[in-house]
């Protein structure tokens, strides 16, 4: 087998890119939820803003050169350095600008979800966050996102770009962190390191939602040297 090559991910990859992470996430569980009860209109407009958002991610990421590909976006990770990295850069005027982009964006798309969607969907993941690990959070790499295109997995490339992200981590000696929208992606995500460490639930007291309700895990990967994290630091 060939050796799967990491690159950045630039300008060029970003029209492939979101399409691999569309694909990748069409039967995704959470966003299957914040899907649900829409209608063909705001469905359709939900859609429009979404690919915009991501595009404005991924020019930021590009921008900023916190984001990873496999075959020019066939695969992709995207992170977010440490807020305590020594020597972190100035933000610049465009990146002041992206960010505020995809918070608009962000806030837009979530206008139109239905109000029981925006009341449990706001604020619930940063929260799982500030209850899981508080102020540390500060101190560790994010794995804000990972997607590989449906017909390209199977093939090592989450791996070898989950790798690339840990590395980054390692090289500092810092704590890596994610949260798993599905939780069929526990075992990867365990491979690689990361352990669940406290989770939330979506949908469980939705009275719309009639499907099983969405286990969204906090996972945490130790640093490089530290005992790793145990499974038994789940908490419910």
Known sequence: MSQIKVERLSFRDIDSARISVENAFEEDPLCEYLRDKQTKKSGFLKGIISSLQLDARFVLAVHT???????????LAIYVPAASSAGKPRPTPLKLFLQQLVKILSYTS???????QKK???GKLADLVRDGVGKKVNEMVFLHGLATSPEHQGKGYGTALVKTVT???????RECY????????????NS???YSFKETVF?????????DPIVVPLMVRAAKGKEPCEKSLLMG
């Open 192 to 194: 690689c390191g990361f």
């Open 203 to 211: 949908g469980a007291d939705n009275p719309t939602w009639k499907k």
């Open 65 to 75: 050169k916190t984001a990873f590909t496999v075959d020019h976006g066939k695969a």
């Open 120 to 122: 449990k969907y706001e």
């Open 167 to 173: 590395d980054i981590a390692d090289a500092e000696g």
């Open 110 to 116: 979530n206008w139109l979800n239905t109000p029981e």
């Open 178 to 189: 994610l949260l798993s929208s599905n939780i069929n992606n526990t075992s990867f995500y």
